[in-house]
């Protein structure tokens, strides 16, 4: 998938160490995505992992046009199950997951009882602040 990924690079120890920061998709990839007839659902909301607090912006296209209320129970779903989904994880593994597509399988799964979706994906996914 076109995605743009920001590393942290510390030097500890005699050795480098990189520490993901910030994952993002294209914005031509998501254009794409989008097609007539069709409604795209987005958010950005924050919330604390295990060793930092990060920004999640889940991005969600239906399959067609779909009524204002379907869309803010898409939204309210997402966020419920992001949250839960990576309050007890570290960073890095939720990173992990985003780029194995692993937590958008998930998402995707959870939010098919509410609209069935096309399309899936985490738009945007950065660390806010590291806990000392």
Known sequence: KSMIIKLL???KDDELITI???????????????????NYVEDSFST???????????????????????RK???EKAREELI???KDKPSEEVFDDVLKNKLQK???????????????EIRILKVEKFKK
Do not use: H, W
Request: aromatic share 10%; net charge positive.
């Open 9 to 11: 690079v510390k030097f």
């Open 20 to 38: 993901p920061k910030e994952v993002k998709l294209m914005p031509s990839y998501l254009k794409r995505m989008v097609r007539k007839g069709t």
């Open 48 to 70: 604390k992992c295990a060793d930092a607090q990060i920004r999640i912006k889940p991005f969600f296209v239906t399959r067609r046009k779909v009524p204002r209320a379907v």
């Open 73 to 75: 129970a898409l939204r």
């Open 84 to 86: 839960n989904y990576v």
């Open 106 to 120: 998930f998402l995707s799964l959870k939010l098919k009882k509410v609209y069935p979706l096309s399309l899936c």
